[in-house]
């Protein structure tokens, strides 16, 4: 599938890859994930499963339908830099949220004003904080 | 091609992006400016998966997806988007190629994908509103989803608009070989909105 043809204004560099090999692979990782998702693992080999091949997609989808893989190496840096930038946001606040308890809130509990904003009447059960 | 930078052109005042930095700049222009914008757009999707993330892990009460959610629904939306990723990236091989019957069929059929994902997803929002008593102000769970899914529901309707407006324009002969830069661009964004929803999908109904 040669995409030779230099029209005016328009130029094809590159020749096209195989779309319909890319789909097969996304369906095929679709399907794994779903597989994954019924075979009831233990959580945290479940989230990384999921997670690396719902990322597997991504960049399939990025780099073949984007055409990311045959654009110029500059273009690349504006579609990585978000990446870096969210796993960054995703896991920066980790350390800070799973090790104090200054963000717990019982999502059942329906806020109605500020003043309500932040206080849990369902109050978690004290945890022993050991001393400094 | 030389690596002047001076902007003196052969054509009236028409700049042509190899002539700036050869390095830096695709060939299309259009290109640069749409993957600036969705790298911007993909800031602001990250921004509220990271904020569902540290909502949901530091909850230990948060509800499993697969109680309230249709997992089964949801995957076929999935490989529908998929599906109509495909056929955009081959209405836009028809139109670099001169296949105008090829482009029109294909952008057809990636607009009718839009739509289904679109109907399912309304279907699936009714469902879960007045069967499951969802609601965004219920609670972290309920909100999360809904802001989510109906964010990225509204950049699919947004895609899908822009994807009949193409096909029309197709259909009355206005993107010949020469504008196929016009449907890379619309492409680009299908893909991402394409690309979103598989995160979404893994991180919002799967995990």
Not at chain 1, 31 to 60: D, R
Not at chain 2, 133 to 154: E, K, N, P, Y
Request: charged share 10%.
């Amino acid at each position: 599938m040669t995409t030779q043809a230099a029209v005016s204004g328009y130029e094809v560099e590159h020749s096209g890859p195989n779309y319909i090999a890319v789909f097969i692979y996304l369906a095929v990782l679709t399907g794994i994930e779903l597989g994954v998702y019924a075979m009831g693992l233990p959580q945290v080999a479940k989230v990384g499963l999921l997670v690396a091949l719902a990322w597997a997609k991504a960049v399939l989808v990025a780099m073949y339908f984007m055409h990311l893989a045959m654009e110029k190496r500059a273009l690349a840096i504006i579609a990585i830099v978000p990446v870096v930038l969210v796993t960054f946001l995703c896991f920066m606040l980790l350390p800070d949220l799973t090790t104090r308890m200054w963000t717990k809130f019982d999502h059942k509990i329906k806020v109605t004003n500020a003043a309500e904003m932040g206080a849990n009447p369902v109050a978690p059960p004290p945890v022993k904080v050991p001393p400094h | 091609m030389s690596d002047a930078v001076a902007v003196e052109t052969h054509d009236h005042g028409a700049v042509h992006a190899d002539q700036l930095e050869p390095s830096l700049t695709p060939g299309n222009l259009g290109k640069l400016g749409m993957w600036t914008f969705l790298a911007g757009d993909a800031m602001t999707f990250g921004a509220g998966i990271a904020a569902y993330g540290a909502l949901r892990i530091n909850n230990p009460n948060w509800p499993t997806p697969a109680d309230y959610l249709g997992i089964t629904t949801t995957a076929v939306m999935t490989f529908i988007l998929i599906c109509s990723s495909v056929t955009m990236v081959e209405a836009l091989d028809g139109v670099q190629h001169g296949m105008q019957s090829k482009f029109r069929t294909f952008m057809a059929l990636t607009v009718l994908g839009g739509l289904l994902f679109l109907g399912m997803q309304a279907f699936e929002w009714h469902h879960l509103l007045t069967e499951k008593g969802m609601s965004v102000q219920r609670d972290l769970f309920d909100a999360t989803f809904f802001i989510l899914t109906g964010f990225h529901g509204c950049h699919v309707f947004g895609g899908v608009v822009y994807n009949t407006v193409l096909l029309i324009r197709g259909m009355m002969g206005k993107i010949p070989q020469a504008k196929a830069g016009l449907v890379e661009v619309a492409g680009l964004y299908w893909h991402f909105v394409d690309l979103v929803w598989i995160l979404i999908f893994t991180f919002i109904y799967l995990i």
